[in-house]
T-cell receptor
């Protein structure tokens, strides 16, 4: 009965490769997010989608492309991976965008290591 | 733009002792405030949240936090710490009408001595 799930949990890959991380939530939420946590554990939002529509894009390189096939899924595709992309990527979801609906619930994270 | 400061990078307390983790925010209006906990190798778990109303909020695992507008603070407290509370704690602020963007502090790592 996992609320927000991510696959894979770990991802080790070579520079220049293309990879995807998948996120699914079974909470019936309308809004989903991607955050990046760097090696110093600093968390920063990358994207958010509401009802499959992009609402936040925090100056993330074009190599990162989120895709939301439906409200329950938000996938993150990364092209031409660089060493600096090594981080933990967290997916989150919230009921909506107003008031207490904004409470965000996080997935377990995907640990990406680029060699 | 909003920002969050967690002044303490590391805190060590003895099991059974009380705990206070500091959080100061910068935002032009009343913010939404959150505390999350991250255990090693795990995701973020919501401890508690403040949106409006009573400035003292209760959360899970015996934690509470108090919103003090005059001090722009939202400190997290627990009267008696358990060894299992050892983790990284993050304070976050959300802006009303800001598209639900959460801004996180840099975290406080809590160690508990037995």
């Amino acid at each position: 009965d996992t609320a927000v799930s991510q696959t894979p949990k770990y991802l080790v890959t070579q520079m220049g490769n293309d990879k995807s991380i998948k996120c699914e939530q079974n909470l019936g939420h309308d809004t989903m997010y991607w955050y990046k946590q760097d090696s110093k554990k600093f968390l920063k939002i990358m994207f958010s989608y509401n009802n499959k529509e992009l609402i936040i894009n925090e100056t993330v390189p074009n190599r990162f492309s989120p895709k939301s096939p439906d409200k329950a899924h938000l996938n993150l595709h990364i092209n031409s991976l660089e060493l600096g992309d090594s981080a933990v990527y967290f997916c989150a979801s919230s009921l909506g965008l107003a008031g207490e609906q904004e409470t965000q619930y996080f997935g377990p994270g995907t640990r990406l290591l680029v060699l | 733009a909003q920002s969050v400061t967690q002044p303490d990078i590391h805190i060590t307390v003895s099991e059974g002792a009380s705990l206070e983790l500091r959080c100061n925010y910068s935002y032009g209006a009343t913010p939404y405030l959150f505390w999350y906990v991250q255990s090693p190798g795990q995701g973020l778990q919501l401890l508690l949240k403040y949106f409006s109303g009573d400035t003292l909020v209760q959360g899970i695992k015996g934690f509470e936090a108090e919103f003090k507008r005059s001090q722009s603070s939202f400190n997290l407290r627990k009267p008696s710490v358990h060894w299992s509370d050892a983790a990284e704690y993050f304070c976050a602020v959300g802006a009303k009408g800001g598209g639900n963007k959460l801004t996180f502090g840099t975290g406080t790592q809590l160690k508990v001595e037995l």
